[in-house]
């Protein structure tokens, strides 16, 4: 068991939720199978705890970015392209040196902790807070929240089914986006280790994954 290692409870012949609640669509049988060049180098707990650790990458950016927003006003836009850049990031490639200051930093408590510390430097310093700033500060504690307990991924989710189901996508989702999103993220993690330690690639084509998106979604 390594550092991202967590356990999971498994659906046979439907999916497997990690704790915390994320959902693969594959059960354990089957990505014990898919994963098997590799499980000797990596457990399955290991696998799926580095991808819901690396799903939590968009919504720790936006969490310690966006307190920038009490400052120039036109500060939003810089924290709104750092959350879509990770966002897009998350998807298409993993990153395991970049998941480990994503280990660290998801933490609610050290999330917490900053919120906090921010709130006592306001009100202490006059100079930088005044009445006028109290809806900004009241905001700062909604995007908190909104981020913290998963509202982007809600709203993530309902924008990408509008996207994906309309038929001028479909050549493009079947193409490009195979895979659901946390499923995309696990397949990502397991192609890192298949390159690290150099296993023959046909044995993990992403087409051969247990479940493709198409499948859940059209």
């Known amino acids: 068991m ?9 659906v046979p012949g439907q999916h497997i939720y990690s704790r915390g609640g994320l959902k693969f669509r594959a059960d354990e049988e089957s990505l014990r199978h898919y994963f098997a060049p590799i499980l000797s180098y990596a457990t399955l707990n290991d696998l799926i705890g580095e991808a819901v650790f690396w799903c939590l990458l968009p919504s720790t950016l936006a969490i310690w970015a966006f307190p920038l927003v009490l400052y120039p006003p036109d500060s939003i836009f810089l924290v709104l392209v750092l959350y879509v850049l990770g966002r897009i990031l998350h998807m298409a490639i993993y990153l395991k040196p970049l998941n480990y200051l994503v280990f ?11 919120y906090a510390i921010l709130v006592v430097v306001f009100i202490l310093n006059r100079s930088v ?11 700062l504690a909604a995007v908190f929240l909104f981020f913290r307990l998963g509202g982007d991924e809600l709203l ?12 001028w996508f479909r050549p493009f989702t079947k193409r490009f986006l195979y895979l659901p999103p946390s499923d995309q993220i696990l397949w990502n993690v ?6 690290k330690f150099g296993v023959n690639p046909e044995e993990m084509l992403r087409k051969h ?5 198409r499948k859940d979604y059209f």
């Open 2 to 10: 390594g550092l991202f290692s967590l356990d999971y409870k498994n």
């Open 104 to 114: 660290i930093f998801c933490n609610p408590l050290l999330q917490f902790l900053f």
């Open 129 to 139: 807070i005044s009445w006028e700033r109290l809806p900004a500060i009241l905001f």
């Open 156 to 167: 993530f989710g309902l924008i990408m089914l509008g996207f994906l189901s309309h038929v």
């Open 190 to 195: 397991g192609r890192f280790y298949r390159k």
């Open 209 to 213: 994954y247990p479940i493709q998106m």
